[in-house]
C-alpha cells in the first residue's frame, strides 16, 4: 500500500536556513520539493566534484584489480586513511592530477611512435645538419621515389645527397641556392622533424614515464576509502544546497518558502521537532492531494515488501492509485517457480537463499529472503509434473499407483494448466480494476469491467464445456449475455442509447487483446518444459558418459554438476525476466496500472 503524505509549507527567515535544513537532514522525514536544480558557480563546482570522485573510484577499482593479477605490492599512503572531510577533497585533486599525466604521456607516446614511423624511411641523420644547411644559404628540398624511377643525373644539376635506401624506394635531398627553383615533376615529401634515433629515444623516455605513473596510480588505489568518503561528504552537501536553493525567496532575499513532503505517521515527530527546534520557522501542514503530486513510499507487510524491488523496476504508482505489489507477489512466486520446472533447481535455490540469508545483512538479507520464497514456488509449480533434476518421477516405481502418481500432469495438461493460471491472474486483475473503480468513483463506471470479468469467465468455461462435456447449467448462458449487455450499453455514459451501443461495440473489439493475454501465459509452459528437456539431455549424456571404464563415473560426476549448474543460471534468468514481463504488461495493464510517481527521497544525513 501507499503511505498516506502530508504536506508542508515553511517560511523561514534567511539566516535560519542552513540550521533548519540540517536538522530535516538529521531527522531523514523531509522529501523537500526542488523545482529546480541550482545550475550557479557552488553547485556546478559540488557537482564536478561528485563526477570526478565517481570516475576515480572507478577507474581505481580497476587498476587494483589488474595490480592484484599481476602480483604488484600496493603501498598504502597512511597519511589519507583517516578520515578528515579537508584532506578527502585534496585526495581528488592529487588522484585527477595522476590521472591527467597519464592522458598526457600516453597521448605524447602515441605522438612520439608516429614520428619512429615517419623517420624510418628517411635513416638516421643530425637535425643540426639541416639547419647548418639552411644557415649557408641552401634551401633542402626532399624526395622519395622508387629505384626504378629514381633519376641519379639530377646530382649533376643540383647539389644532391642519397639519405637512404629502403624497401624499393630512394629518399634523397636536392639543394638550391636562394632564389632557385628546382624544376623537376617529381612532389617533394614531408620531411620528419626528428630523425629515427631522437624518435626512439623520446619514445624510450615517455615509456619510463609511463611505469613511473603507473605505479603513482597502482599506489594511489589505496587512496579509494578517502575517495568513498569524499564522494558521500559532497552528496551531502549537494543535497543541502539544492534543498536550500529549491526554495522560493521572499521579501527582497529576508524570505525562503519551502515545501516538502514526509509520511503522514510521522506527523508528531515532525511538529515536536519545529516545535522545539525551529525558532523562526513558520509552517503550515496539509493532507497531501493528488495534484499536488506527492511523492511515493511503501508500507508492506514482510512478505509484500520482499517483492518491492521487482516492482520498482517498472514505475511507482501515482499518488492516486494503488501500489499493485501485494497483488502479484504470490503470483510472480508461482510464476517464476513454473518458468523453472524443475523440484531440484527449486531446492538448490531455496538452501542458496537460507545460506544468503544466515550470512549477510541489510539489503542482501532482503535479497536472500526474496530468494527463499522463490525457492519454495520453485518446488511446488514442478511438484505439478514431478522433475527433479530433469528426472521424471513418475518413473519412480515408489510413485507409480500412488494417489501423487496419479495426480500428476502430463505436458498437455501442463499446457492447459498455464492458460488457465494466466486467465485467473487476467480475471483477478480485472476483479481489482472493479473494486478500485467502485471505491474511487462509483458503481456505474465500474460495470463495463464486470461485464468484461462476466464474459472472460462465461468464455473459458463454454470452451473447456465444448472439449471435455462437463455439463454446464443451461442458466449459465446469461452469464455471458449480462457481461455483453453491461459492456455494450455501460461503456460509455452517452444519454443517447446508439452513442452507448457503439462505444460498446467498439470497445468489444478489445477482446482480441484478452485472448491475446491469455495466450501470453503459454510461455510458463513454455520455459518449464524446456528447463525439464535440458536437465534431461545433461542426465542421458551424463549416463553415457559413466559407462566409461574406470574414469567414467567421476568424469559423468563432474559433467553433471557443471552442466546442471549452468541449466539451473540459464532457467533462472528466463524464470525471473519472464514473470516480470506478464506482471507489468498483462497484469498491470488489466487492472489499468498509469504509474508515473516520483519515489519518496527525503533529506538525509548520510553516515560515515
Excluded at 541550482?38 to 557537482?47: A, G
Excluded at 612520439?112 to 615517419?118: F, M, R, T
Excluded at 517498472?314 to 501500489?323: A, K, R
Aim: glycine residues 8%; proline residues 4%; aromatic residues 12%.
Amino acid at each position: 500500500m501507499i503511505k498516506k503524505m502530508t504536506k508542508y509549507s515553511f517560511v523561514i527567515f534567511h539566516k535560519d536556513v542552513e540550521g533548519f535544513l540540517n536538522g530535516l537532514q538529521e531527522l531523514g522525514l523531509m522529501d523537500i520539493t526542488r523545482k529546480s536544480r541550482p545550475v550557479d558557480e557552488e553547485s556546478r563546482d559540488l557537482f564536478e566534484k561528485i563526477a570526478r570522485c565517481k570516475a576515480l573510484i572507478r577507474d581505481l577499482k580497476i587498476i587494483k584489480k589488474e595490480a592484484e593479477k599481476e602480483n604488484i605490492k600496493i603501498d598504502i599512503l597512511s597519511n589519507i586513511m583517516q578520515p578528515n572531510s579537508s584532506e578527502d577533497e585534496a585526495v581528488i585533486e592529487y588522484d585527477t592530477n595522476a590521472f591527467e599525466e597519464k592522458r598526457r604521456l600516453t597521448a605524447e607516446l602515441a605522438t612520439a611512435k608516429g614520428q619512429v614511423l615517419e623517420a624510418t624511411p628517411w635513416g638516421d641523420f643530425n637535425p643540426e645538419n639541416i639547419n647548418k644547411i639552411k644557415g649557408l644559404g641552401y634551401t633542402p628540398h626532399f624526395y622519395s621515389v622508387s629505384e626504378k624511377k629514381f633519376n641519379a643525373s639530377l646530382g649533376e644539376q643540383y647539389p644532391m645527397q642519397v639519405l637512404n635506401n629502403n624497401r624499393g624506394k630512394i629518399y634523397f635531398m636536392l639543394l638550391s641556392a636562394k632564389g632557385e627553383e628546382i624544376k623537376i615533376s617529381t612532389p617533394e615529401a614531408k620531411f620528419p622533424e626528428n630523425s629515427v634515433n631522437l624518435a626512439s629515444e623520446e619514445v624510450a623516455r615517455l615509456n619510463k614515464e609511463i611505469e613511473r605513473n603507473k605505479k603513482i596510480l597502482i599506489d594511489l588505489t589505496s587512496t579509494i576509502p578517502a575517495l568513498e568518503r569524499a564522494q558521500k561528504s559532497l552528496v551531502e552537501r549537494a543535497d543541502l544546497y539544492m534543498a536550500g536553493e529549491s526554495s522560493e525567496k521572499a521579501a527582497e532575499d529576508t524570505l525562503h518558502v519551502f515545501e516538502g513532503f514526509a509520511p503522514t505517521e510521522d506527523d508528531n515527530k515532525l511538529e515536536n521537532y519545529f516545535n522545539n527546534n525551529s525558532e523562526g520557522v513558520y509552517y503550515i501542514k496539509a493532507k497531501a492531494k493528488v495534484e499536488d503530486n506527492p511523492p511515493i513510499s511503501l508500507k508492506n507487510n514482510w512478505f509484500n515488501r520482499l517483492f518491492e524491488p521487482i516492482s520498482g523496476m517498472y514505475m511507482p504508482p501515482n499518488y492516486g492509485e494503488h501500489d499493485l505489489t501485494p497483488y502479484f507477489a504470490i503470483f510472480y512466486m508461482l510464476f517464476f517457480g513454473f518458468c523453472l520446472g524443475d523440484m531440484g533447481y527449486g531446492l538448490v535455490i531455496l538452501l542458496t537463499g537460507i545460506f544468503v540469508t544466515l550470512k549477510t545483512k541489510g539489503m542482501m538479507k532482503s535479497i536472500g529472503k526474496l530468494v527463499i520464497c522463490l525457492g519454495i514456488g520453485s518446488i511446488i509449480m514442478p511438484a505439478v509434473n514431478g522433475v527433479v533434476f530433469g528426472l521424471s518421477i513418475k518413473d519412480f516405481s515408489f510413485i507409480k499407483g500412488t494417489a501423487y502418481g496419479n495426480f500428476l500432469f502430463d505436458d498437455m495438461q501442463m499446457f492447459w494448466f498455464a492458460i488457465i493460471f494466466g486467465l485467473v491472474q487476467i480475471v483477478f486483475a480485472r476483479i481489482l480494476s472493479a473494486v478500485f473503480t467502485i471505491k474511487e468513483k462509483g458503481i456505474i463506471p465500474a460495470l463495463p469491467i464486470i461485464g468484461w470479468i462476466l464474459l472472460i469467465i462465461w468464455c473459458a468455461i463454454a470452451y473447456a464445456n465444448s472439449v471435455s462435456h462437463f455439463g454446464v447449467p443451461s442458466w449459465f448462458k446469461w452469464v455471458g449475455v449480462a457481461g455483453a449487455v453491461l459492456i455494450f450499453f455501460f461503456t460509455s455514459n452517452s444519454k443517447n442509447p446508439l452513442a452507448r451501443f457503439g462505444s460498446g461495440l467498439y470497445a468489444f473489439y478489445d477482446i482480441t487483446g484478452v485472448f491475446g493475454d491469455t495466450l501470453s501465459y503459454i510461455r510458463l509452459f513454455g520455459l518449464g518444459t524446456s528447463g525439464g528437456c535440458l536437465g534431461f539431455v545433461v542426465n542421458s549424456v551424463g549416463a553415457q558418459i559413466g559407462t566409461v571404464p574406470y574414469a567414467g563415473p567421476v568424469i559423468a560426476a563432474i559433467f553433471l554438476i557443471a552442466c546442471h549448474t549452468f541449466v539451473l543460471l540459464l532457467c533462472c534468468l528466463g524464470a525471473f525476466v519472464h514473470p516480470m514481463r506478464l506482471t507489468f504488461v498483462e497484469f498491470y495493464k488489466n487492472v489499468g496500472f498509469e504509474g508515473g510517481g516520483r519515489e519518496y527521497k527525503p533529506l538525509v544525513k548520510i553516515k560515515k
